[in-house]
């Protein structure tokens, strides 16, 4: 039989809480250390113990990261989805199945490879047996695929940090699921891995932590947040590397952390935070974005620098908290009532979420508005492959503070709402300074910041804060572009998608189609996006979601003569984008377009 | 030229700062004519300007309401924040971690306060946040034009409507409960206890609430009204006179014989001196602050006086375990770590 190497797709089925992630994390780490090019996805339920739970590892020679089109290798632990995922695979997989699990294996068309993973974890320990189950099937899988044992036992050790007790009990386990499959089984399947050369050494780590590391390179002063999944990680990042990284020799640190007691007061502590000269943060997802609203629209108003993290999640209302969605754009972008427009950074890469982390309080104390990061659960909450970060390459911008009294006194005339510059950026002084004391305000207010109804006043008012987010177009980050030479066809896209756009462009290819794509990384949306939709003869935007919300923001941004260029493939059922769905809705619509 | 003689310039009366009150003072007024809350910015402008604060020291902070409009009106010299409906709050908060040295009054409703912002209030008390928190207390939302608020007293009437038959949440009893360290309740037209509780507010460490009963002239000053200005008059309980001395001034002789008054030291050094009318009341004793209160209501009586006191509590700049430089003065170089620390973030990253 010939054998396949590193292009298959492994789905393991277990309960939430029986220790299963660590088990998987173990198996996608020792895998990464052999140089398989490999990406893990945790499909963990909105529980702490007891739902079903799957996690997806990836194997691909090719770099794909996004969860297979199918399962070639399904792990079955958890009896409650045990048929429904057993009927979902096609004839020839391989069923690594628990025979203790008191189910039956109802096909005969897989390969199947029963382990009796309880008696065997019970017999290390039966206290922790539920714990040890998850542990076994990773050794077994090791046996049949060709995991390299040292690999495994350094994955094991990383997992455990110095916790010899429990390293010693899972190399234990790994030996016993190799030795019974060694002892009991046949191989008979053609999955095997094989060792890769990684000319450029990487390591794994979540979005969110890369987001908290930027987060601290930013100089955060004040982080405060309200507990959401999935966001959280980043707050416990922040906390987590300030005492290494923001505390002093006396143990005294230069970034705050106030728990919030809502999703309300982390935004107006940011605000507080903003207009008292510091730059502070919070960490949410949709549903707290929706509660900020009444904040974001006096940040937006007032002028105060603050930035906004969001880990967008399934919604709408509580949705799916659980799984991942790209559906929080429009929210964003045109957040809180009135008319309003917001600065957003669009991450879709690991480094990118360091990057935007550390770049976010510029642009926020630049533009004197609050800034939003978008992220995603699957890019925040999944590990991702990283060279390493690079230290930001440009000083902290602090934006147009007057901090002195002779830089003050040499205005001809001061107004904190000014345009001095003709940027529409006014000038600010900050409370303490005894500079241009004013009376901030969501109410309506001329350029010296006192309160004012007058029409000329409103409208000006409008008009510059328009100007101003609008002047922000080409200083944010560029689109990334990889375009074909005479190519008609191009793709725009964000976020994690990036993640699927390689596979989605090789199965187009296969098809003989040929695509450029073109990678948005921020709103309002840079003049190199206009271009490139100009390039080309049709161009598909695609995104997570039902709605198409990027497209919808270019159909009312574009000029009238590329808007009907422009068509929408979105698509969103909670799990991470697979390029086999995509790719065939892009062929739909492009042969919708030649009718 | 005139042959008048020239009257002789008065002497501007200055403050330990060397400050005329002028320094103090902000815009014109908005507000009805005679309404409580004008009362309660000049105390404010007084006890400032007598307690020889830096007026650019101070940030005056407000939600939404007629009691959120002052700070227009008193220390133009200072920066504020005019905030969003009941969060006022948060932005406090959020601004007292980047700059703790700053004197923060903040200046609420009972729209504000008890309802649509009472869960931050209760948080901030939590956190003993270093503020002072001054309620405009009339039982009724002035700028929507006389609705009842949730401080509203059971059988109490507006000029308009039936009388209010829900039960009042008392936020001076709210706040001992919570173990608020400074809780007081006073009358905008009892100027000098209102200006000695202010400037000892001003002097301590931690949360200071003052529930001050303003009441609303166009909506809810009327006879059948509990918070019309006769009523309070009339209904007025004193715990004891109040006076302040300030840590600038040597305190006086005792003026009033030994065992009749308490004097109570401030985390600045400055006194307030309780003098005892009848009964004493201990303001470390939560118990009698509560049973004061409840009295009070149960008579339709309003005490008034520093209910409780404690100086015990950290205030939350000590529980954040900050820098002593206020963190909007730390320089950049300090706020991002240097370069070789993402190099050994990166090397343990990869090993």
Redesign the interface.
Known sequence: MDTIANDFTINIATANGTGSQSANLILLQSLFEMGVPVSGKNMFPSNISGLPTWYIVRLSDHGYQAPGNRTHIQVLVNPATWHEDLESLEPGSVVIWNENAKMEMTRDDVISYPVPMSALARKINPKIAKLVTNIIYVGVMAEILGIDQAELEAAVAKQFKGKTKAIELNVTALGLGRDYFKENLSKSDPYVVERRVNDKPQFFIEGNEAVALGCIYGGVQLLAWYPITPSSSIAEGIINYIPQLRTDEDGNTTCAVVQAEDELAAAGMILGAGWAGGRGMTATSGPGISLMQEFIGLGYFAEIPSVFWDVNRVGPSTGLPTRTQQSDITMLYEGSHGDTQHIVLIPGTIQECFEFGWRAFDYAERFQTPVFGLSDLDLGMNRWACEGFEYPDQEMDRGKVVRDRDVFEAFEDFGRYLDIDGDGIPYRTLPGSGMDPILYRGTGHNSKGAYSEKPHDYYELMQRLKRKIDGARDLLPAPILREETECEIGIVYLGSMETTIQEIDDILEATGIKVSQCRVRALPMHSEVENFIRRHEMTIVLEINRDGQLYGILRKELPNDLITKVRSVAYSDGIPPRAGIYAQLILDTLKEGEL | MSDTPKKPARAIKLNVLNEPKDSYTGGKSSLCPGCGHDQISNVIISAAWENGIEP??V??MSGIGCSSKT??YYL?????????HG?M???????????K??LYIGVSGDGDSASIGI??L??AIR?NMDMLYIVENNGVYGLTKGQYSATADIGSKKKKGAPNQTQPIDLCALAINLGCTFVARSFSGSKKQLASLIKAAMSHKGFALIDVISPCVTFNNNDESMRSYGYVKENEITLHMTDYIPHFNPVEEVEVPEGHFRDITLHDGSTIRLETISAEHDPSNAVAALAALHNAETDKKHVTGLLYFDSSKPSLAED?????I???D?P?E????Q?E???K??AA??S
């Not at chain 2, 954040?320 to 002593?324: A, I, K, N, R, Y």
């Not at chain 2, 300090?334 to 770590?337: A, T």
């Open positions: 650019h020291r940030a005056k700070p227009a133009g010299q200072s920066h504020g924040f005019n905030t969003v969060r709050p948060s932005v406090t908060t959020g601004a007292y971690t980047i700059n040295d700053l869960g931050q209760i948080h956190r954040l375990g900050l820098v002593d206020p963190l909007v730390v950049n300090v706020l991002r770590p370069k620390t993402l190099d973030i990166n990253l990869h």
